[in-house]
């Protein structure tokens, strides 16, 4: 299993319902968070539907890295909010590598 399946495997079911809780705590606020739902729901897609390992996946992660200003947590940020950004990081990370 790659680092990135690893990364998939511990995150995803948390990121399901984290990136879904954040939009309904911060959306108001933080308008971001609808399209970091997006692009985790297109994400999750993409690897459940490919049959590779690692399916391309740079659009997304370029996008995400854009919207969420690399993964900078916002000051008014909840702990839901924090582990979004972290665990998407983290997996991001692992994609990289």
């Not at 940020?77 to 990370?93: F, G, I, N, P």
Request: hydrophobic share 35%; aromatic share 12%; charged share 35%.
């Amino acid at each position: 299993m790659t680092i990135f399946n690893q990364a998939v495997k511990k995150h995803f079911t948390k990121l399901k319902f984290f990136t879904i809780a954040i939009t309904r705590a911060h959306g108001d606020n933080h308008p971001e968070v609808f399209e970091v739902r997006k692009l985790f729901k297109a994400i999750n897609k993409k690897i459940k539907k490919s049959k590779a390992d690692k399916p391309n996946l740079d659009e997304e992660f370029n996008q995400l890295r854009k919207v969420t200003d690399n993964y900078l947590i916002p000051d008014d940020a909840c702990e839901a909010y924090k582990s979004t950004y972290q665990m998407l990081e983290e997996v991001d990370k692992a994609y990289q590598a």
